[in-house]
């Protein structure tokens, strides 16, 4: 029999440091108790749609039966061994899967924690192949404005340097070269003069520049930017004729969430090293995978060095690679395809919020809705904005001035129709600011 326990919200706000708030004024938070399918169970009582995927990664929803029978049968044979050294059959069979759903060319998978972390590993991948060639020059990374890739130290150097939650950091971290954000839209005509400007960069700067990192297709975090893949081929082409290592972040946009198993495939591209992690684990828990071409490995490892210069307590966790393993299996069975489709029909009702005078856009792309108010709309007040949507049985944290919808696949229309109504009555009725 199961002890039921009370949240100590108290302790709570006077201890503990929740993602992105003040410890002086902070955001309410709601005490959970458990979470099943795509709903939120609040100790309070209230059951919440969730709209968020869990920051993108509960792709299944929650507490679905295959994931938690994966971890109860790992579990109870080890939940961690140190890779260095050992390797296990979940970590095995989890990297067969990744080499097989990946693009062409990428064979070696380096797994890690979590996603920034992925990138950090990417980053030093890319830096490391140049010193191993014995070009020393090549010390900077190129990126788009708009761009996010993580909250530690070499991932924030290649965020969005102004308008960035990062941008407090400025001083302390590396300086690389931000080119224009892209600007043609994904259902829009490509305009050839982006591609123009993007070469007078690489033509400028290629010399020092070791990778361009992108996430492809939607730059999530920097401002949900849905732009044209022909933007991504360009950067692809321009990195073979430059000599540039391109780096695809798809941590946001993997498995299945933009339509295309990974965001790469709108544009027909092979990345030198693509990022992966949050709903690699059906959002469980923590893992990620940096995964790179023969040429990327075989030129570190020939180095001076001889091995990446990179090893996680935690790499290779036989617990998240079990779950993993699972996830993917769970996508690949059904029709993800149409399920994306599906849930993007749904999505369409966000086109509602179109008709508001504090709405500047809305665009949705897969299993992603975005609604952007206006620059007079001004930022979401986001704790007051919450409160009615915990009020209207949702759950949707939005930042900025976008509020937008990632749900897990397995919602069905009516959820997706009381995330869209919820947030077209939140805007009506001015309950954001």
């Not at 099943?36 to 309070?44: G, Q, R, S």
Request: aromatic share 10%; charged share 15%; glycine share 6%.
């Amino acid at each position: 029999m199961s002890i039921k326990h009370t949240i100590d919200l108290v302790f709570d706000r006077n201890h503990i440091w929740h993602p992105y708030t003040s410890m002086t004024q902070p955001i309410p938070v709601y005490p959970v108790t458990n979470a099943n399918h795509n709903l939120i169970h609040l100790e309070t009582g209230e059951k919440l749609i969730d709209g968020m995927a869990s920051w993108w990664s509960a792709i299944h929803g929650y507490n679905h039966p295959v994931l938690n029978n994966a971890m109860t049968e790992q579990i109870n044979k080890m939940s961690h061994v140190m890779f260095g050294g050992i390797t296990h059959y979940s970590a095995v069979e989890l990297c067969k899967k990744l080499v097989s759903i990946t693009p062409e060319d990428l064979n070696k998978v380096f797994l890690a924690d979590s996603g920034s972390v992925s990138v950090e590993v990417a980053i030093k991948m890319a830096l490391q192949y140049w010193l191993s060639q014995g070009i020393s020059t090549k010390q900077k990374l190129m990126t788009p404005f708009k761009g996010y890739h993580g909250d530690t130290f070499a991932a924030m150097s290649v965020c969005d340097p102004v308008n960035s939650m990062h941008s407090l950091y400025s001083g302390f971290l590396p300086e690389h070269v931000f080119v224009p954000a892209p600007v043609s839209q994904f259902n829009d005509e490509f305009n050839q003069a982006e591609a123009d400007e993007l070469e007078h960069y690489f033509l400028n700067h290629h010399q020092h520049v070791a990778a361009f990192i992108i996430e492809p297709i939607v730059q999530n975090a920097g401002g949900m930017n849905f732009y044209h893949p022909d933007y991504l081929a360009c950067v692809r082409k321009l990195c073979t004729q430059y000599n540039v290592l391109l780096i695809c972040d798809e941590i946001a946009t993997g498995f299945g969430r933009t339509g295309k198993m990974f965001a790469v495939e709108h544009a027909n591209v092979q990345p030198d090293i693509l990022c992966i992690g949050k709903a690699l684990t059906g959002g469980t828990m923590t893992l990620s995978a940096t995964l790179t071409t023969n040429k990327i490995a075989i030129g570190i490892s020939e180095g001076e060095a001889g091995v990446l210069m990179h090893g996680p307590t935690f790499m290779g966790n036989p617990l998240a690679c079990a779950v993993a393993c699972a996830s993917i299996d769970l996508l690949l069975e059904q029709d993800w395809q149409k399920r994306i489709s599906e849930v993007n029909q749904a999505l369409q009702q966000l086109h509602q919020c179109g008709s508001l005078t504090d709405v500047v856009n809305v665009r949705t792309l897969g299993a992603i809705g975005v609604v952007e108010l206006t620059d007079e709309a001004g930022i979401v007040d986001v704790a007051k904005i919450q409160a009615y949507f915990v009020s209207q049985g949702v759950w949707i944290r939005p930042f900025g001035k976008l509020i937008y919808l990632m749900p897990p696949y397995i919602s069905d229309d009516a959820s997706i129709k009381q995330l869209c109504d919820a947030i077209y009555n939140a805007i009506k009725g001015k309950h954001y600011v």
